[in-house]
């Protein structure tokens, strides 16, 4: 893979809105150049700094191939600079014209069951297109070009959310990237073989010619050819992410660039991705009908913080209210929105975007909110949305600032994608339903938390996580076991450790290399039936019940904290600890009932010295505190209904309510948000 340098976003330029960022996706394309002029008007009056602007707009930059066609697009430039406002300028090259998919139809992306993706939506093409590529380079060299020393121009934003709608393709073009990527992998068609365990099923390849993408079969593809080919398609993605990076670092090389993850979205491994961009950018669209939205989207927040080790990160994209892409799209409830932002900034944004400015009148979303709703400024989405960006603007001290944790909690790409292969135990495990389980209880004791790859460097931590770690590289493996030898608490949940880099499993008994550090074996695996509980007995006498999954523990030196009291296991370890050097493992090998996992997680954080951002938070509320040059600052946010009373240590100021005096109480309504600093 071609490497390219990347800087720091802090040693370029920085953005220029002092303080912290916001505006959204601005699509003037869709309407009369008339309203352009009123658009800077109002993004003044919703206190805008920020856009990100030319995400869809390569048909009308080219309307036929090689004829450009920026002058339109100058003007919008020109005007956002008069008024003030940045541009996250983005390389148009998210969907591409029609005259392209007509003159080339080899871009389209076909599935593994061999059907074309056709033109019409957007994303409608194969990564490892090259006629693709060679297109959408020659268009961003015309863009760097001309928009290289304009005045509006901040960072740039390279495609948009990759591999949302087209993450892998199975087609011709992406068979033959596949064996050029495996043989600079493997090197030799032998190594394959030996990694993919062809020896089984007759699979043996003579020749990388033979090798194909996991098309659709009559039975379960080659497990490691599965999981190369989501390495594969990942690194696909990437290239095409980094052939539009060198063409912006040559002609701009003082702009930063970041690109739009889609959450945490499992063809995307955002821990490689970010070493690639200046700074980190994710959409996040919280869900006003999940009562659970804040926990996973703060899981989020805290892979993308984590994803360049703490650097201040952009919310690119949220809606100001309902989405169009559920089944039923309900509104952000007032203060919501405000208090969902908020939720960004507490975990380590510098910057909250919207998508989109103005509500589109036709296309597929119409019904997607935005800053400029259909009904216009006297709406209640206007106000809440200008009402917040001057609130933001007003507290410039945060941008910068970060947050440290004690804990780190361990994602890996890789095991996620071998996790979630066919022909396993049980096709129910979800990682991210277990890193969410490992999270919540976190999150819910206002105990901040990283989320890291396996090969970071854990010596600051004190607390280590590893839900589901299926697939671990023996040297991984080794840290783990070296972080809790020096002292470090570790906690693993059940099926880790068990596979290697290429989906064999380790020999040596299961999870062999956690075997030492985490003092058991695990005999056999026993996952439960789909509505199948047991019980937990807990050394307080108290019984809880756990669900999906059951192992045979073998102790061999651990103890067990917590025993099955039911089914085929009863009596054997659920949950165990071991004193392993100058730190504990603890390992659980079930899913243990949301209670239990809270309880659980407390005692890990007590015997691990873990302490929450502020002692005894009331239910509902979610705690954070970032540091830097701009002071210290504690965020509260209720994200309960009902209003929540709160102790703090010692008097504090609340920023976001100028004029109230230092005190040690704090009355929080529902969706209230308070930003703490010492008098
Ligand atoms: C994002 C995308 C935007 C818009 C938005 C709607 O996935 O980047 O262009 O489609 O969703 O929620």
């Known amino acids: 893979m071609r490497q390219t340098d990347s800087v720091p976003i802090d040693a370029r330029r920085r953005l220029r809105p002092a303080g912290i960022a916001c505006g959204g996706d601005y699509n003037p394309e869709q309407w009369p150049e008339e309203v352009w002029a009123e658009d800077v008007a109002l993004m003044k009056e919703a206190g805008v700094s920020l856009v990100t602007a030319g995400i869809f707009s390569w048909a009308k930059v080219e309307p036929r191939p090689g004829a450009y066609d920026f002058d339109w697009f100058d003007r919008v430039m020109d005007n956002l600079a008069g008024a003030g406002v940045a541009v996250c300028l983005a390389t148009m090259t998210a969907s591409p014209p029609p005259w392209l998919s007509r003159l080339h139809p080899e871009i389209l992306p076909e599935t593994a069951d061999g059907r074309r993706m056709w033109p019409g939506g957007r994303q409608h093409y194969c990564p490892s297109s090259r006629v693709y590529r060679e297109h959408a380079v020659r268009l961003v060299e015309r863009l760097a070009a001309r928009y290289a020393d304009h005045p509006a121009l901040e960072m740039w934003h390279i495609g948009n959310e990759y591999g949302c709608h087209t993450p892998m393709c199975w087609c011709d073009e992406s068979a033959a990237d596949f064996r050029r990527w495996l043989s600079e992998r493997y090197g030799d068609v032998d190594a394959l073989n030996d990694a993919w365990s062809t020896a089984f099923w007759a699979q043996r390849y003579e020749s990388f010619d033979e090798v194909l993408p996991p098309r659709l079969a009559p039975t379960f593809p080659n497990p490691a050819q599965q999981l190369d080919f989501a390495r594969f398609s990942d690194d696909a993605l990437l290239q095409c992410y980094l052939a539009e990076k060198e063409v912006l670092r040559r002609i701009t090389p003082d702009v930063p660039v970041t690109t739009n993850f889609i959450g945490v979205h499992k063809p995307v491994d955002a821990f490689r991705w970010a070493a690639e961009e200046d700074a980190v950018s994710v959409d996040v669209y919280q869900d006003p009908h999940d009562e659970n939205t804040q926990v996973s989207a703060g899981f989020i927040f805290d892979v993308t913080r984590s994803a360049r080790a703490g650097q ?181 949940s059940f099926f880790s450790g068990i596979v290697d880099d290429c989906d064999r499993v380790h020999s040596g008994g299961y999870p062999a ?167």
């Open 513 to 679: 290399p956690l075997r030492e550090v985490l003092g058991l074996r695990v005999e056999e695996f026993w996952p439960l039936a789909e509505q199948d509980t047991v019980d937990v007995r807990h050394p307080d006498g108290t019984v809880s019940r756990a669900d999906l999954w059951t192992e045979a523990v073998v102790p061999e030196g651990a103890r067990a904290v917590a025993e099955f009291g039911s089914g085929p296991l009863a009596g054997q370890p659920a949950v165990t600890r071991h004193s392993f050097g100058e730190g504990q493992a603890w390992y659980v090998a079930t899913r243990l009932a949301p209670e239990a996992m809270r309880a659980l997680t407390d005692d890990v954080c007590r015997a691990a010295s873990v302490s929450p951002v502020l002692p005894g938070l009331p239910e509902h509320v979610q705690a954070t505190a970032r540091e830097g040059d701009g002071g210290r600052f504690v965020f509260l946010l209720n994200h309960g209904r009902e209003e929540a009373e709160i102790q703090l240590p010692e008097p504090m100021t609340d920023a976001l309510a100028p004029g109230a005096i230092p005190a040690d109480r704090l009355t929080l309504p529902a969706a209230g948000v308070a930003v703490l600093s010492k008098p």
């Open 312 to 492: 201040p990160w952009m919310l690119l994209e949220q809606a100001p209210s309902a989405v169009n892409w559920r089944d039923r799209n309900g509104p952000k409830p007032p203060g919501r929105m405000r208090l969902w932002s908020w939720q960004a900034v507490a975990q380590g944004a510098d910057a909250v975007l919207y998508f989109q400015w103005r509500q589109s009148r036709g296309g597929a979303e119409k019904y997607h909110s935005a800053m400029v709703p259909h009904g216009g400024t006297g709406t209640r989405v206007f106000r809440e949305v200008s009402e917040l960006g001057h609130e933001l603007a007003s507290v410039p001290r945060i941008a910068g600032t970060r947050s440290t944790a004690d804990v780190a909690l361990v994602l890996d790409w890789n095991s996620w994608w071998a996790l979630e292969l066919d022909s396993h135990p049980s096709t129910a495990l979800n990682q991210m339903e277990i890193a969410l389980a490992h999270y919540r209880p976190l999150f819910e004791a206002g105990v901040n938390c990283d989320v890291v790859p396996p090969d970071r460097d854990l010596s600051g931590y004190r607390l280590v996580i590893a839900p589901n770690l299926y697939l671990l590289k023996e040297r991984d493996a080794e840290r783990l076991t070296d972080f809790v030898r020096g002292g470090g608490h570790l906690l693993v």
